[in-house]
C-alpha cells in the first residue's frame, strides 16, 4: 500500500541498492557556483556514467531482477524521453536481458544514438514520452515483456535515491538547506527527497518544472493527477505526462516542500548561465533546475543550496543554436 511508503524505507532501499551499484556508477562531485558562490552548490549528475543520473535507477531495478533471477529467459521493454533508455541499455549490455526501448518521436538524436549503440531493439512511437510510456505498457501486455518504468517504481526509485546519500555522506545531516531538483515523472526527486527527509526532516525540497510540460506539478498543486498539455521544451527530460496510479505522486506530496515553474526563456538564460560562466554544457532538464533556484534566490539569504545538475545529454546542434542565439 502507498501509505507503507515512507521516506525512511526509501532511505534503507537506497542504502541496499547503493551497495549493489555503487561499483557500476561515479560518485559524482560537488561542485561550488562560480556565479552564487558559497551559496550554491552543484551535484554534477552531468559527469555520472552514461551521462545523466538516470543510470543509477536502472542499474538498481536490473541488480535487483538479475539478483532474483528474473532476468533469464525475459524480454524487457522500457519507454524513456532518452537518458532512461540510455541507462537501461547500459545496464542490461553488463547484466543481460533482451531489451526493447520505446522513445517519442522527437527524440534528441544524440540520445537516439547513444541508445542505438548499445544494439538494442529502439522502437520510435508517440509525440511525447508520456505517449511512448503508454505504447510500452501496451506491448507489455500483448507480448508478454516485463515493462521498466522510468519513475513509477521503488527499485528505480531507491537508486536515483542514492544521490541523496552521497549528498549525506559529503555534507552531513543538516548542513543544506535547499536541494532544487527538476520534475518529470517524478522518480529522481522522489528518491532524493525521501533520503534526504529521513534524516534530516528541514531540508527544503524544490519541485522545478517546465510550463511546457508540467504533470506532476500541476498534479501536485491541484492535489491529484490530472492530464495537462505538453508542448515542446528545451527540458526535454521532463516532458511528458505520468502514470495515472504513478506512486511518485503520494511520496512528492509528503516530501515536496516548494514547487516552482520556469518558462523557456528562463530555461536558456539558466542554459547559457552554465555554459558561458559555469563552464559546463548541460541539457534542458538540468538548467531548468538552476532556473528555479535563480527565482528565488534573492529570497534565500546566506542558506545553503543545491542544485541537482541531472545530465549533459544535449544535441550538439541544438547547444549550437543556443550559443549562438
Given amino acids: 500500500m502507498i501509505d507503507e511508503i515512507t521516506p525512511e524505507k526509501i532511505y534503507a532501499r537506497s542504502v541496499k541498492a ?3 551499484i555503487s561499483n557500476s556508477i561515479y560518485k559524482t562531485p560537488l561542485l561550488k557556483s562560480k556565479i552564487y558562490g558559497d551559496s550554491l552548490l552543484y551535484k554534477a549528475e552531468n559527469f555520472q556514467n552514461t551521462g545523466s543520473f538516470k543510470v543509477r535507477g536502472a542499474l538498481s531495478k536490473i541488480t535487483a531482477m538479475n539478483a532474483s533471477g528474473q532476468l533469464t529467459g525475459v524480454k524487457l521493454i522500457t519507454a524513456s524521453s532518452g537518458n532512461h533508455g540510455i541507462a537501461c541499455a547500459f545496464a542490461a549490455s553488463r547484466l543481460g536481458g533482451d531489451l526493447t526501448v520505446v522513445l517519442p518521436e522527437n527524440v534528441s538524436p544524440v540520445k537516439l544514438s547513444k541508445i542505438k549503440g548499445y544494439g538494442v531493439t529502439v522502437i520510435l512511437n508517440g509525440q511525447e514520452s508520456g505517449l511512448a510510456e503508454s505504447y510500452a505498457q ?5 507480448e508478454g515483456y516485463i515493462y521498466i518504468s522510468p519513475y513509477n517504481d521503488l527499485d528505480v526509485i531507491a537508486g536515483q535515491g542514492t544521490i541523496g546519500l552521497e549528498l549525506i555522506e559529503d555534507l552531513g545531516r543538516s548542513c543544506v538547506n535547499n536541494i532544487f531538483v527538476s520534475m518529470g515523472g517524478g522518480g529522481l526527486i522522489s528518491g532524493i527527497s525521501s533520503v534526504l527527509k529521513a534524516v534530516n526532516p528541514d531540508v527544503k525540497v524544490w519541485g522545478v518544472s517546465s510550463l511546457n510540460s508540467c504533470t506532476l506539478g500541476d498534479s501536485l498543486k491541484t492535489g491529484r493527477i490530472i492530464e495537462t498539455d505538453h508542448i515542446e521544451t528545451l527540458a526535454d527530460g521532463v516532458a511528458g505526462g505520468i502514470d495515472a496510479d504513478t506512486i511518485t505522486f503520494d511520496i512528492t506530496k509528503n516530501t515536496v516542500d516548494q514547487l516552482l515553474w520556469c518558462d523557456e526563456d528562463e530555461i536558456i538564460s539558466s542554459f547559457l548561465k ?15 533546475a538552476l532556473a528555479g533556484y535563480a527565482k528565488v534566490s534573492k529570497d534565500l539569504g ?7 545538475v541531472c ?11 543556443i550559443l549562438s542565439s
Avoid: M, P, R, W
Fill in 18 to 20: 547503493y551497495a549493489q
Fill in 138 to 142: 501496451a506491448l507489455a501486455k500483448e
Fill in 274 to 288: 552554465f555554459a558561458y560562466q559555469e563552464h559546463q554544457i548541460v541539457e534542458g532538464s538540468a538548467a531548468l
Fill in 302 to 308: 546566506d542558506e545553503t543550496s543545491i542544485v541537482l
Fill in 311 to 321: 545530465g549533459s545529454n544535449i544535441d550538439k546542434d541544438l547547444a549550437k543554436k
